[in-house]
């Protein structure tokens, strides 16, 4: 990962997509700094000048980072030096060298650090050659990586927010001290923000838990989050210790000393499982066995990884601060890391393979214990999935690493009583024969590879494997019946079967730039699914055709739904925007299907219709205003959308709405439910925008369909003003 000899220039720095020190997503723009590190990141080197965090761009983004703290494109005159590096938007970079590492924080953060350390001056605290503040500052915000290749987890906070609170209370109290030795005290307006403070102390922990979800992006939030990280290093000693991790038997954060492997006699734990959380390296544990894959519950804060000690020899751990972390050989890439501490095997597991690698990061999803489960779509790349339960049920965590406006939610309901029977992957044939030969190269590679760890090896996963596309997944309920989601694809398509007997987990994989690394499921059934995995049967396996695949509908999702049977719609609508995005079918079986986007949890606003007779669509186009478009990008762009609603007769008129002084009548589309040969809906949409049809209806329904827009055209005055 790292090919440049330590002598190489210029030198060039891979900056983190988040902020070491507070945990956030840079955003571009944001005021923020580059902390360096040395002596296998132990020791901070020192502290780059500000710079205003930069644009991603095609090549990476390079920019030449002055001693001034002014950015601009490489000139490429070979005036660069150590001191003067070029800044890299991909956390990836291989052209950096292995002696210094990178992370990058924003200004108001490294500043609030540097001032609970006990200076107030940032240049002072993380100046050259680091210093006892520096380095505290330092090993706070790199060790939240595990270790330096590891990817960036996107975990909740695990502390509690009164304690968050209280650590802003208290912090605010004593710099309010400090300003007041030569002043009169605070203003009004900071002195109602005190008072604020003082009062959530006194709530609930479950209202502070609230307040935090719905202000989630808040400035105050992003300080705790730096104040817990200032707490985590008030270690009473800042010794440096190395040790060996196969020699270590447990280890908590906090812990100034490790405990030590036993003597010789004792019983044998051949296992390691280490804990971490967005804070980095929790807890350090031996097991005499591999725990049971049963999963048992849903974990979002903390994170895992279960390795045999004999994979791991040669992995020192540095202990500092009473915080720890992994020091990996070269020959060792990385390690996997699951989001539930009784992870299965790989070998148990049906994967659809497009890069795993040794830094993959696993989603284990048991279908049989979640509410719901929203996949995050990014220009037809998987970024994200929320797993919905009683406890997490929005998505605001997931999507604090992501650009909302960029993003399709794909929603797939699980009814409570219903049931997953089967999940399938539809995907494009050539990539999979692409990626049966990638496969085989990587293992001839690893077949030819002597296990010894080579000088100045360069390590580059990126090139490992070609990057494909996800294809549709397939769900199989019991009630819901069969599920279709994700963009469309090109012809020829192969369906492949994952799992066929429940319990299912399903597991994905997402790692921090190469997007969806790796589908799959796997069976608690005693039953295993031969392999090589069978393709799917009709109707499971043969869907309706689908159209050939033009230009744009890589960035499409198709969503359909029948028309018969419905007791409820619920309407999701854009709080913010105004228009729909959504719906949500509940079925008399006790089925559900989502169409469109539907964003649950509270982030959307809700509208329920019980027992409709009728769905009515009326079609808008909303002006979107980008704030920072991209260089040849058009400012605004036109967001096709639409309005709905639920009638409970069949028979019925429209003239009532929209009529007053800024909004005409509009054309409303009716749809017939419950009825003998309505029918399916089917919602294609983007992150954008959406588009609705009828399909698979009989004749007679198309007739009465056709004159109720007629009758709705007739009665239309003017085009609708469009909501901006």
């Not at 990280?229 to 447990?250: C, N, S």
């Not at 105004?578 to 079925?587: I, M, P, S, V, W």
Request: charge should be negative; include cysteine.
């Amino acid at each position: 990962m790292f090919a440049r000899r330590e002598n190489d220039k210029p030198l060039h720095l891979g900056l983190t997509p988040h902020c070491g020190l507070c945990g956030t997503a840079m955003r571009v723009g944001q005021a923020c700094t580059v902390l360096l590190g040395v002596d296998k990141a132990t020791r901070l080197d020192r502290c780059m000048a500000p710079f205003a965090y930069p644009k991603y761009c095609f090549f990476h983004g390079e920019w030449n980072l002055g001693r001034d703290g002014k950015t601009g494109k490489n000139s490429g005159n070979g005036e660069d030096s150590d001191d003067v590096p070029m800044l890299c938007r991909d956390p990836g970079c291989s052209k950096g060298t292995a002696s210094l590492e990178a992370c990058t924080v924003h200004v108001d953060c490294c500043v609030l650090f540097a001032r609970m350390a006990g200076t107030a001056d940032k240049e002072t605290a993380a100046g050259d050659g680091g210093g006892g503040a520096g380095d505290r500052m330092w090993i706070a915000a790199a060790w939240q990586r595990p270790w330096r290749q590891a990817a960036w987890l996107w975990l909740d906070e695990p502390v509690d927010r009164r304690v968050a609170i209280d650590q802003v209370v208290a912090a605010a109290g004593s710099e309010d001290d400090e300003d007041d030795k030569d002043g009169d005290g605070s203003d009004g307006e900071e002195m109602g923000l005190r008072q604020i403070l003082h009062g959530m102390q006194r709530l609930p922990t479950e209202l502070v838990q609230m307040i935090h979800d719905m202000s989630s992006k808040s400035l105050l939030w992003r300080l705790s989050s730096v104040l817990g990280r200032y707490h985590d290093t008030t270690a009473d000693t800042d010794k440096h210790t190395t040790l060996l991790l196969t020699g270590i038997e447990a280890w908590e954060r906090g812990s100034l000393c490790p405990a030590s492997k036993t003597s010789p006699g004792a019983p044998e734990k051949p296992v390691i499982r280490l804990t971490m959380d967005n804070r980095g390296l929790r807890t350090i544990e031996r097991l005499a066995a591999r725990p049971s894959s049963v999963q048992r519950r849903i974990v979002h804060n903390e994170a895992y990884s279960v390795v045999d000690a004999s994979d791991v020899q040669g992995v020192t751990v540095h202990f500092r601060f009473g915080l720890a972390r992994l020091e990996l050989p070269r020959r060792i890439r990385g390690l996997h890391v699951w989001d539930t501490p009784t992870p299965p095997l790989l070998d148990d597991c049906n994967l659809v393979l497009s890069r795993l690698m040794p830094t993959t990061r696993f989603q284990a999803i048991p279908l049989d214990r979640v509410d719901g489960i929203t996949l995050m779509f990014v220009h037809s790349k998987l970024e994200a999935v929320h797993v919905h339960t009683p406890a997490t049920p929005a998505a605001r965590t997931t999507i604090l690493s992501l650009d909302e406006t960029d993003i399709s939610w794909v929603y797939v309901p699980i009814a409570p009583g219903d049931r997953v029977l089967a999940v399938g992957v539809r995907r494009c044939g050539k990539e999979v024969r692409d990626a049966d030969i990638d496969l085989a190269n990587m293992s001839d590679e690893n077949d030819g590879d002597s296990g010894e760890e080579k000088e100045e090896e360069s390590i580059d996963y990126r090139n490992a494997y070609r990057e494909y596309s996800m294809g549709f997944l397939q769900f199989r309920f019991g009630k819901a019946g069969d599920v279709y989601i994700g963009p469309m694809m090109k012809e020829p398509r192969e369906d492949t079967v994952l799992a066929a007997a429940p319990p299912i987990t399903l597991l994905v994989s997402t790692i921090e730039t190469f997007i969806l690394s790796v589908m799959g499921a796997y069976s608690g059934s005693s039953t295993p699914v031969p392999r090589p995995l069978p393709a799917l049967d009709p109707p499971f396996g043969d869907h309706q055709s689908r159209p050939i695949v033009t230009a744009d509908d890589h960035m499409s999702y198709i969503s359909t739904a029948p028309l018969d049977g419905i007791v409820r719609i619920r309407v999701f609508q854009d709080p913010v925007r105004g228009f729909d995005r959504g719906l949500l079918l509940f079925y008399e079986n006790g089925g559900q299907r989502a169409l469109g986007q539907c964003r649950v949890g509270g982030v959307d606003d809700v509208t329920d219709y019980d027992r409709p007779a009728c769905l009515c669509i009326t079609r808008d186009g909303y002006k979107h205003v980008k704030k920072n478009p991209a260089p040849r990008e058009p400012a605004s762009q036109t967001w096709y959308v639409f309005y709905a609603q639920g009638s409970d007769a069949l028979e019925h008129t429209h003239d009532d709405e929209d009529e007053d002084e800024d909004d005409a009548r509009s054309i409303w589309e009716c749809m017939p439910l419950n009825q003998l040969g309505c029918g399916r809906l089917q919602v294609t949409f983007t992150s954008r925008s959406s588009k609705l049809e009828v399909i698979e209806d009989d004749e007679a329904m198309k007739v009465w369909r056709k004159d109720r827009l007629n009758a709705s055209m007739s009665s239309f005055h003017r085009p609708r003003k469009a909501r901006s």
